[in-house]
């Protein structure tokens, strides 16, 4: 079964817009960590954010944010006045802390493209 | 180096040979994974080591690919006699440690083209 779900494939915006890209995840665990990671064209994925499912405060970074709410098992991430260096693949991936290895399960991964 | 470094960052082989593919993961790192992204899978994980030993390999998708680590630091995934359906990019990252939460940090890939 699916434990991360993105279901949006790809996003254009207008540069300058605002874009959320939607993570549901599923887990049957009550300790677990949920990550964003960016694609660029280079293609390294580079790390966003770690957060724990004790925490469900959002978080500002620069014009990243996010919105974890367990009751809806959701973790979006909202990229504010959008570039063209934002485009890219967005994955948000799972750990279960009963897993023990620090697995990580993906999802397919949002590809945004940010028109200039 | 800073990062998690991969070795060959592109690699085109004929069907049936075999490849290795080398991961030098960032200093200090005891857990190194070895992922693999293809268009059809998304992203798969292969195998994860804890030092030196590999205590899970349940990803591996046939007896053909096979990976080891020495010294606690680099490591070589090897394909043997592969197939197109091989080809894709192999993804190497490394963590602190093996507990959950451990921020999981990727290197660039190799990407491998089977023709």
Redesign the interface.
């Known amino acids: 079964a699916q434990k991360v779900t993105q279901a949006q494939t790809e996003i254009s915006v207008v540069e300058k817009e605002d874009v959320t890209l939607d993570c549901v995840y599923e887990t049957r665990d009550t300790t677990y960590y949920l990550f964003w990671y960016k694609q660029p064209p280079s293609g390294e994925l580079v790390f966003l954010i770690r957060r724990n499912s004790f925490d469900e405060q959002n978080e500002i970074s620069g014009r990243y944010s996010w919105n974890f709410q367990k009751s809806t098992s959701s973790f979006n991430f909202t990229i504010t006045a959008s570039q063209v260096v934002d485009s890219a693949v967005y994955f948000c991936a799972l750990s279960e802390a009963q897993d023990g290895n620090n697995r990580l399960a993906f999802g397919k991964g949002n590809q945004v493209v940010v028109i200039p | 180096g800073a990062g998690v470094s991969q070795s060959p960052s592109n690699k085109v082989t004929e069907k049936g040979k075999d490849v290795e593919l080398r991961c030098d993961p960032i200093s200090g790192h005891t857990?190194l994974?070895w992922?693999r992204q293809s268009l059809g899978q998304?992203?798969e994980?292969l195998i994860?080591f804890?030092g030196n030993s590999a205590?899970?390999k349940s990803g591996l998708p046939s007896d053909r690919f096979s990976a080891e680590r020495t010294g606690g630091s680099v490591s070589t995934l090897t394909i043997q006699r592969t197939q197109q359906e091989d080809s894709a990019?192999y993804?190497c990252?490394s963590?602190l440690?093996?507990?959950?939460?451990?921020?999981?940090?990727?290197?660039?890939?190799s990407?491998l083209t089977v023709v």
């Open positions: 857990a994974y992922y998304g992203l994980f994860y804890q205590p899970d990019v993804l990252a963590s440690g093996r507990a959950s939460g451990n921020t999981i940090y990727f290197g660039e890939g990407w």
